[in-house]
């Protein structure tokens, strides 16, 4: 297993308790996959450096996770039909 950062934007319209079931279900998936979350960090709302969806602004959550790396196209599907989630980025994280 390698170590990645999976970086996802939430719609800022999403309360405090959605936004937990969201980073849930992505703990969900990495985990359900083979792999193992190492580290959740939440940013909280920031504003965009450019418009997406007609938002201005987003709830950024940072995933620090040992995946498998067969296992990454499905992650990154499920992330893309997540309706909450506006933009993700799965990243090699070499040490």
């Known amino acids: 297993m390698r170590p990645y950062e999976i970086t996802f934007i939430v719609r800022p319209d999403v309360e405090s ?7 849930d279900k992505v ?3 990495v985990t359900g ?7 959740v960090n939440s940013w909280g709302r920031r504003h965009l450096a ?6 201005t602004e987003g709830q950024y959550v940072l995933v620090r996770a040992q995946l ?10 499920d992330l893309r039909l997540t309706e909450q989630i506006l933009r993700f980025l799965v990243v090699r994280a070499d040490e």
């Open 27 to 29: 703990k969900g998936l």
């Open 50 to 55: 450019y418009p997406i969806d007609k938002m």
């Open 68 to 77: 498998p790396a067969q296992m990454l196209s499905e992650l990154e599907r």
């Open 33 to 39: 996959g083979g792999g193992q979350v190492v580290e």
């Open 17 to 23: 308790d959605a936004l937990a079931v969201v980073v």
